[in-house]
């Protein structure tokens, strides 16, 4: 199913077909430039080594090329159609899958759309200044691709806003590009996108931990009876797997360094000679991963039973499950505090679906932290292990919103809170020692000092290419 690029909008879903489509996409299409040029990266450059989709098949989607950065074409892909898609959970469970938006469940899925498509330009607001600092031409070039392809994900929410939203869709895809991230009068919609990504050490946490609740969030959404919306990100969670690639080389590549730096100084206190102590990658860990797991929303939500009962979002890997696909009667066991403690209590599973998907996200989390351990192990770095936080610290969301919750999952009050927040979460001090460390490196094959070069170059070129020119 290849892309007609003779179009002003790429696209595969015969566009040209449904004029006025077209053209209510035409008019959002200068209005989703001059966001790009006013929010979208700021550091001037002629152009960066991208790859763009040409195809949505399984063998070789991407083209790879030299693309100045506001030519991108960004466009609109769906997966192939599977003409014999059935329902796979839900009261309507066997049942063909929706082409068409039914009446009853069209404001829940406007506003799952609306969500999912508000973090992506969200994300590349977050990142409009880390092209300023990058470490290295190869990172600069990531950044800028994990930029554009964020930019598509918000073309491939707003398509589904125009083609099956009407007045109202149209209306949320001009508001998408209205608020902003950290905006005082408009923020974005969920937490952790209006927080802010100063650094790159923050930069890799985000693509770690932030973009793999993408993959959950839209793993749920691709089993949606909704056919076009399961289409779209299918196809996203293909260009979303380069991001989070990108997350845990980059973490790998920060550990590695500060373990050679450990082991030449023969100490942990690694900050004097330009690295990034363990002690502050595990503060920026517990922060990521925290704000991360808000994104699931509640343990326990209505709003998902209803979602997961009606067929709009279903859960992680449906079809894989050995269960009805139904979950009336399941009772699953869930973490919460009580009586200052974090006792195991069981909740109706429908409701606990939140809890469900979290709990997938986190196992998947783990891997990163197994990853990374490895790495100071082969580096000959004993007693220095990171490690996830409970899913309790330092959460807003949820069960544990207004409780203290330490790293290792105990209770405690305001004062123990307060007293240990510092050997917890990053310090102004740290942020400041990460931040002096963010000066960029823009020779081809030169990289900073504070992080160990990458193992191999994208898309086959060498490490030392030139993937951006100024
Ligand atoms: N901040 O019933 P509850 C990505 C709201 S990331 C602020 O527990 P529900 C990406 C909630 O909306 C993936 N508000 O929540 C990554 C609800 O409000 P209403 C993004 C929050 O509905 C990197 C109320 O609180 N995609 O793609 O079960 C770069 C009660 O909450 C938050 C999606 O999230 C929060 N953190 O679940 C680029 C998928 N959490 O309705 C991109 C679409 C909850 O009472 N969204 N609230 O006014 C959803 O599936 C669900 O809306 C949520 C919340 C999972 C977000």
């Known amino acids: 199913m290849s892309i007609d690029y003779s179009e002003?909008?790429?696209?595969?879903?015969?566009?040209?077909?449904?004029?006025r489509l077209q053209r209510a996409l035409e008019s959002?299409?200068?209005r989703f430039l001059a966001w790009w040029a006013e929010m979208g990266p700021t550091l001037p450059t002629q152009d960066v080594y991208l790859r763009t989709a040409v195809d949505v098949g399984r063998a070789g989607w991407a083209h790879f090329g030299r693309v100045a950065l506001p030519d991108y074409r960004w466009g609109i892909f769906l997966a192939e159609r599977d003409p014999d898609r059935r329902i796979a959970f839900g009261q309507h469970r066997g049942e063909p899958v929706w082409q068409q938006v039914p009446g009853e469940h069209r404001a829940s899925l406007q506003r799952l759309i609306v969500v999912q498509g508000d973090t992506e330009p969200a994300s590349v607001e977050q990142q409009r200044r880390l092209g300023l600092t990058a470490p290295s031409l190869y990172d600069l070039r990531n950044l800028f691709q994990v930029n554009v392809e964020e930019g598509r994900h918000l073309w491939a929410m707003v398509y589904l806003l125009h083609a099956h939203f009407g007045r109202s869709g149209r209306d949320e895809a001009e508001a998408l590009l209205l608020r902003n991230s950290g905006s005082e009068d408009s923020p974005r919609i969920l937490g952790a996108f209006n927080e802010q990504t100063p650094d790159w050490l923050s930069f890799f946490m985000f693509t770690y931990f932030t973009d793999r609740d993408g993959k959950y969030q839209l793993g749920t959404l691709k089993e949606s009876a909704f056919d076009p919306l399961?289409?779209?990100c299918e196809f996203m969670l293909k260009e979303e797997a380069h991001h989070m690639f990108v997350g845990?080389?980059?973490?790998?590549?920060?550990v590695e360094r500060a373990a050679q730096l450990m082991r030449e100084h023969d100490t942990g206190d690694i900050a004097p000679h330009g690295g990034i102590p363990l002690a502050v990658i595990q503060k920026y860990l517990n922060f990521h991963y925290s704000v991360s797991l808000d994104l699931f929303g509640g343990e326990t939500s209505t709003n998902v039973a209803n979602y997961f009962t009606s067929g709009l979002k279903g859960r992680w890997q449906e079809e894989r499950r050995a269960d009805d696909h139904v979950l009336a009667g399941e009772v699953t066991a869930v973490e919460q505090p009580a009586g200052g403690r974090v006792v195991t209590v069981g909740l109706p599973a429908l409701t606990a679906l939140n809890h469900d998907l979290r709990t997938a996200y986190s196992k998947d989390c783990e891997t990163g932290v197994t990853r990374w351990n490895r790495i100071l192990e082969q580096h000959g770095i004993d007693g220095h292990r990171l490690a996830l936080p409970h899913p309790g610290f330092n959460r807003k969301v949820g069960m544990f919103a207004g409780c203290h919750v330490t790293p290792g999952g105990q209770v405690v009050d305001a004062a123990?809170?307060?007293?240990?927040?510092d050997s917890w979460l990053p310090t102004p001090a740290d942020k400041a020692h990460v931040e002096s460390l963010m000066r960029p490196v823009y020779e081809p094959g030169k990289i900073a000092a504070w992080i160990a070069p990458p193992r191999s170059g994208i898309n086959g070129q060498p490490v030392d290419y030139e993937y951006v020119r100024f």
């Open 28 to 30: 959002w299409q200068p």
């Open 416 to 421: 123990t809170w307060a007293a240990g927040r």
């Open 8 to 19: 002003r909008i790429p696209n595969n879903v015969d566009l040209a077909e449904d004029r």
């Open 230 to 232: 399961s289409r779209t």
């Open 248 to 254: 845990t080389t980059g973490v790998d590549r920060v």
